[in-house]
C-alpha cells in the first residue's frame, strides 16, 4: 500500500456523516489508523466491530494528541464543549476540520476555545446526509459526487486547506470554497427552510383532531414532502438555533411569499396561482436535471 494521505485520524463523533467519512477514506485506502472518540464507549464499540474505527478513545483530549487531522462530527450544539476539551493538546501539525451543518457558530466556537481562531482549523460541510443517524446508518459511498464546503477564514494555512481538501476528494467529492456568511445565507434557504417546513407541516397536521384520518389517507406526495422530518430533533434544533439569523430571514421571506398565495386562493386569483405553480415547476425540472 501506498503512503496514505492520513496517517493518524481521529473522528469524533462516530455517527451518519463521521462513520461515512471512515468509511470512504478506508475505502480509499487514504487513511493509516483511525481512532473514534466520544461520550458513549457503547457506541464507539459498536463502529468498531462494524470495522469502521480501529480505536476507541471516550477521552478526547488523548484521542486527539498523535492525530494528524481530527474531525468534529458531533452536533452544532456539542462543538464548543469538545474544543475546549481538545485545545490544549492541538499543536500546529494537526489539522482540525468539522462537517457542522452552520459555520459561523463552529468559528466563534473554536475562537473562545482556543483563544484565537486557530491557523489549522478548515470548517467544512458535506452537503450529503439521509434523515437516518449513528454509525449504522454510515456508508463509504455517501459523499460520492456530492459537493463538500469549505469556508476557511483569514488564517487558515494553504496545507491545512490542501489536506481538508485532499480527504474530501478521496471520498469521491467535488470541494468548493465559500465564505461563512455565503454558506450559512444559502444553506438556511435550500436545507434548512425545508427541513423547518417539514416539520412544521406535520406536527401541524398530528396535532389535528382527524390527525389519524388525515395520515391514513396521505398517500406518496406527503411521504416525498415530510421525509426530512424524519431527522433526528437533536440535531436539527442545534442547526436552527445556530443558524438562527440567516433562518429567519429566509422563514420570513417565505411566510410572506405563503401569505400572497393565501390571498390569491381566498381571491381565486387564477393568474397569480397559476404563474407560481408554472414558475415553481420550471425552477424544479430545471434542478432535477441537472
Ligand atoms: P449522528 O449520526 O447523530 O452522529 C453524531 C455523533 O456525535 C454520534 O456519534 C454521537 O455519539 C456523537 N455525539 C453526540 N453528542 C455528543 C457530545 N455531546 N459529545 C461527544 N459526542 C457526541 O449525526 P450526524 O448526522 O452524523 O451529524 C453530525 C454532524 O454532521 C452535525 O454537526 C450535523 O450538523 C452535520 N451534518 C449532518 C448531515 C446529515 O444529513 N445528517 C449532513 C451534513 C452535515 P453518541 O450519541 O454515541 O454519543
Known amino acids: 500500500m501506498s503512503k496514505p ?32 472518540a466520544g461520550r458513549n464507549r457503547e457506541h464507539l464499540e459498536i463502529a468498531q466491530k462494524l470495522g469502521v ?17 481530527v474531525v468534529l462530527a458531533v452536533p452544532l450544539g456539542a462543538m464548543q464543549a469538545v474544543l475546549e476539551q481538545i485545545a490544549p493538546v492541538i499543536g ?14 463552529v468559528i466563534t466556537s473554536a475562537e473562545k476555545a482556543f483563544g484565537r481562531i486557530p491557523p489549522n482549523l478548515i470548517p467544512g460541510h458535506p ?35 490542501q489536506l481538508v481538501s485532499n480527504m474530501w476528494q478521496a471520498c469521491g467529492a467535488q470541494v468548493l470554497e465559500m465564505s461563512v456568511a455565503h454558506h450559512d445565507a444559502v444553506l438556511a434557504a435550500t436545507s434548512h427552510l425545508p427541513h423547518m417546513l417539514a416539520y412544521a407541516l406535520v406536527d401541524s397536521l398530528a396535532r389535528q383532531d382527524d390527525s389519524q384520518e388525515i395520515f391514513d389517507y396521505a398517500a406518496g406526495g406527503f411521504r416525498d414532502f415530510t421525509r426530512i422530518a424524519s431527522s433526528d430533533p437533536q440535531m436539527w434544533h442545534d442547526i436552527c438555533i445556530a443558524n438562527r439569523e440567516s433562518l ?43
Open 127 to 161: 452537503i450529503a446526509g439521509t434523515e437516518k443517524s449513528g454509525v449504522e446508518a454510515s456508508f463509504a459511498e455517501l459523499f460520492e459526487q456530492r459537493r463538500v464546503i469549505l469556508t476557511p477564514t483569514e488564517t487558515s494555512t494553504d496545507p491545512a486547506k
Open 248 to 290: 429567519v430571514t429566509a422563514l420570513e421571506r417565505f411566510i410572506a411569499d405563503l401569505q400572497d398565495i393565501t390571498r390569491a386562493i381566498q381571491q381565486a386569483d387564477s393568474d397569480f396561482i397559476k404563474q407560481t405553480f408554472q414558475r415553481a415547476k420550471q425552477a424544479r425540472d430545471a434542478f432535477c436535471d441537472k
Open 53 to 69: 474505527i480501529d480505536r476507541v478513545e471516550t477521552d478526547l483530549a488523548a484521542a486527539c494528541r498523535d492525530a494528524d487531522m
Open 92 to 105: 500546529d501539525n494537526t489539522i482540525i476540520t468539522d462537517v457542522g451543518s452552520a459555520k459561523a457558530s
Open 5 to 36: 494521505l492520513i496517517h493518524n485520524l481521529t473522528i469524533i463523533g462516530v455517527g451518519l456523516i463521521g462513520g461515512s467519512l471512515a468509511r470512504a477514506l478506508r475505502q480509499a485506502e487514504a487513511v493509516g489508523t483511525i481512532t473514534g
